[in-house]
């Protein structure tokens, strides 16, 4: 698979690689070998990017590009767009998150979301694909949306709410029948007793960062919940892990931890998403990177890791030569509002 990137910088967006769809918003659906800066005159506040498609939320409204056949651009029809097409939409947004086919808004009148609802990921209480925006059927504040291929966790002030594949999420799925796919299309609470600073969704896992350190849930085929001795699908399971958490940054089957012991990265590194020598990462494990860096991101099988005046694949010799500030939260000391537990 060839990926693709969007970056925020000082200079504006940049973007490279896969563009078959036209998820680059270069008007073209060419691949694009070097980062190539996109001609945006707004300014940036945030942006995802699913599979093939991009949600720019900006200073003059929230634009949209690249492929639509699930209505996952919120258009309202299936027609994939080129360049940024801007979205029609009456509530603000203060962030977006998007998965393979879907998007997501958390917005000043709650969460909204459009695209592929085949497990009723979308939370609107049915598995009909929305190709217009539809508000989830929550109604506690959301603080954070993150979301794997097929599901979506809320942390939200009344705890944290689910829905989706329910294989993934779901604390009373039992993992001997991990061959069932089932589908819960509005949120479901998932019961859990410690406060909850953040939650990061791979494709397939979900890692929650608590007042009682990290618990995991879902897939472990490749090893992305850090548990060697669970191959399949498991329950709520803490993981045995002691160093401070700054930060958590997921690819699909992979997972990288900032802590106050340096970088830790677990699950699965066949295509040298963690490092380029071949090791395994059952367990968490501290990755020597040799560079000074100040945010990591995932892509789908890839790993970028930011410097303050540079851009490196996980080999630190692949250096992109990239001379703009990149923006990213990643790395941080700061935590997302707390979800206070039920006591």
Not at 131 to 139: N, S
């Amino acid at each position: 698979m060839i990926p693709n990137m969007i970056i925020n910088t000082s200079d504006g967006i940049y973007v490279c690689g896969d563009n078959r769809y036209g998820q680059l918003c270069l008007g073209h659906n060419k691949v694009v070998t070097s980062l190539t800066k996109l001609d945006f005159i707004y300014d940036v506040y945030s942006m995802s990017k699913g599979l093939y498609h991009s949600i720019i939320i900006t200073s003059d409204g929230v634009y949209v590009c690249g492929t639509n056949v699930h209505g996952q651009l919120g258009l309202g029809h299936n027609c994939g767009v080129f360049l940024p097409t801007k979205l029609n939409f009456c509530h603000e947004i203060y962030s977006v998150v998007c998965n393979n086919d879907s998007t997501y808004f958390n917005t000043s009148d709650g969460v909204y979301a459009c695209g592929f609802n085949y497990y009723g990921q979308l939370g609107s209480g049915d598995y009909k694909n929305k190709k217009h925006i539809t508000k989830m059927k929550l109604d506690h504040e959301v603080y954070s949306i993150s979301c794997g291929r097929s599901f979506v966790v809320l942390n939200t002030s009344d705890g944290v709410y689910a829905c989706g594949n329910e294989r993934y999420f779901e604390t009373n799925f039992d993992p001997e029948y991990d061959d069932i796919e089932d589908g819960i299309n509005e949120p479901i609470k998932i019961n859990f007793h410690h406060d909850i600073y953040s939650i990061v969704c791979g494709e397939e896992h979900t890692i929650f960062n608590t007042s009682d350190g990290l618990y995991v849930i879902g897939s472990n085929k490749r090893y992305q919940l850090g548990l060697k001795n669970i191959k399949h699908f498991c329950k709520m399971t803490k993981l045995d892990f002691d160093h401070e958490i700054y930060s958590i940054t997921c690819g699909s089957f992979h997972s990288f931890l900032t802590t106050s012991d340096g970088i830790y990265a677990f699950g699965d590194n066949t295509l040298n998403q963690i490092t380029s020598d071949g090791q395994e990462f059952e367990i968490p494990k501290k990755v020597d990177i040799g560079i000074d860096i100040t945010g990591i991101i995932c892509s789908s099988y890839h790993t970028y890791y930011i410097t303050k005046d540079d851009l490196y694949t996980t080999n630190p010799k692949v250096k992109f030569n990239f001379k703009h500030k990149i923006f990213v939260n990643n790395i941080s000391n700061k935590r997302f509002k707390t979800t206070k537990s039920a006591r």
